[in-house]
Structure formats: C-alpha cells, structure tokens
C-alpha cells in the first residue's frame, strides 16, 4: 500500500485547510485510515481516524474543528480543518491499517510522508 498526502500550507488563526491522502496498492487490505500528527521535539498525537464502514473518531482537542471524510471510489481520505489555531502546526501523517485500534494509540501498518501545516497567529 502506497499513500499519498498533500493539503498542508501555511494559514492564519481561524483559518481552513483540507489535506488528503490517496492509497494504492492493496487497498483491499486497508480497514482503517487517519491522521495523525508530530511537532518538532514533540510525541506524536493521534488526530482521527475513519474505517472503511465509516465509523469516524477524533482526539479531543479537535472535535468540533475538524471532519474526516472518505471518498471509497477514490481511495482518498479527507481532513477538513476549520477554526485552525497556532497549537495546529504540525506535521500532518496520513496512516493507514489492517488492524482496528484502541482510539488514540498510533499504530498503522503503512504511513504516507508528511504534509507541514503552519498557523500564524
């Protein structure tokens, strides 16, 4: 499984940003799909996932903020982020995983490469 993710860019506080992630390979094996996100020096934060019968989950601190959304013809995950604050500025991951997972652990069986997102205050 190959992941693509692309949307992160530099925005002001209160500002939107959707990222996306696109899979291919053997997406058949694919259950669960997320993001999660690291800040330099910083452990890494689960962010939400969604699973391919679309039952969705989110960390706290962005519930209310931020939607993820699927697109199955398309393989491709979305993370609309709305209400964007500073604390947002992170690299963003997509994940995904064959496994489902207690809500919060990060863990995943493919990684797509980072998407920077910067909020200016």
């Known amino acids: 499984v190959q992941l693509q993710a692309s949307g992160g860019g530099l925005v002001q506080t209160g500002g939107s940003l959707r990222l996306s992630c696109s899979a291919s390979?053997?997406?058949?094996?694919?259950?669960?799909m997320g993001w999660y996100r690291q800040a330099d020096g910083n452990e890494r934060e689960f962010v939400a996932y969604?699973?391919?019968?679309?039952?969705?989950n989110y960390a706290d601190f962005v519930k209310g903020r931020f939607t993820i959304s699927r697109d199955n013809a398309k393989n491709t995950i979305y993370l609309q982020m709305n209400s964007l604050k500073p604390e947002d500025t992170s690299v963003y991951y997509c994940y995904a995983d064959r496994k489902f997972r207690p809500i919060g652990l990060v863990r995943y069986d493919w990684r797509g490469q980072g998407t920077l997102v910067t909020v200016s205050s």
């Open positions: 969604i699973t391919n019968m679309g039952t969705t």
């Open positions: 390979g053997s997406t058949l094996n694919i259950n669960v």
